[in-house]
């Protein structure tokens, strides 16, 4: 089991910044391909961000130039840093930890866009 608790979501400005930490409990995080999603109110929830175990990413288009998904192994944490935010961006982000066919969620964190 792996246990995964998000948090730094809020409320930011157009254009601003905001980092989200995923801390994983239970198992080496290091063992698993780390995602981030978001669901944004009356939309499926979709991929924003993938780590893999060899530290490679992938970014969904909208995200792309703007999120990074660095992981930190010693730390058992994997965060997701986010600039030039748009109102588009607002949505719930939830952390989601794969190996296999076991996977794994966090509870969310909200983050809102708004002048």
């Known amino acids: 089991q792996v246990q995964l608790v998000e948090s730094g979501g809020g409320l930011v400005q157009p254009g601003g910044s905001l980092r989200l930490s995923c801390a994983a409990s239970?198992?080496?995080?290091?063992?698993?391909?780390m995602s981030w999603y978001r669901q944004a109110p009356g939309k499926e929830r979709e991929l924003v961000a993938v780590?893999?175990?060899?530290?490679?990413?992938n970014y969904a288009d909208p995200v792309k130039g703007r999120f990074t998904i660095p992981r930190d192994n010693a730390k058992n944490t994997v965060y997701l840093e986010m600039k030039s935010l748009k109102p588009g961006d607002t949505a719930v982000y939830y952390c989601n930890a794969a190996r296999g066919a076991a996977t794994y969620w966090g509870q969310g964190t909200k983050v809102t866009v708004s002048s």
């Open positions: 239970g198992r080496t995080l290091s063992l698993y391909v």
């Open positions: 780590v893999t175990t060899d530290a490679n990413t």
